[in-house]
């Protein structure tokens, strides 16, 4: 890796104003610049879940759009991470929107 810091795995749920304000399609768009795989998905409790996958760095620069930036008519009021791990293979080939 470029960054030297190894590829990691996190999941994430995002919590706020975040669906029907096209979080999941801003999500995936950040995701691709950065370079990152995994998916996201409105849950039917009003938040948008999801994995992402990719250098260490750039996963933390993805979790941090998700805290506080998100996309342009979201309010995000908090975003949770769980299940961090290293990994020696991203497990998806691109970054999905899961219906």
Do not use: C
């Not at 009021?77 to 691109?94: D, Q, T, V, Y």
């Amino acid at each position: 890796m470029a960054d030297g810091d190894g590829l990691m795995s996190v999941d994430y749920e995002v919590h706020g104003k975040v669906q029907g304000v096209f979080f999941r399609k801003y999500t995936q768009g950040e995701a691709k610049r950065l370079g990152l795989v995994g998916w996201v998905q409105n849950t039917s409790h009003g938040t948008v879940q999801g994995q992402i996958q990719g250098p260490a760095a750039r996963v933390r620069e993805l979790q941090e759009w998700l805290k506080k930036i998100g996309s342009p008519q979201s309010r995000i009021s908090r975003a949770e991470f769980s299940n961090e791990k290293k990994i020696e293979a991203l497990e998806h080939k691109e970054f999905q929107i899961v219906k």
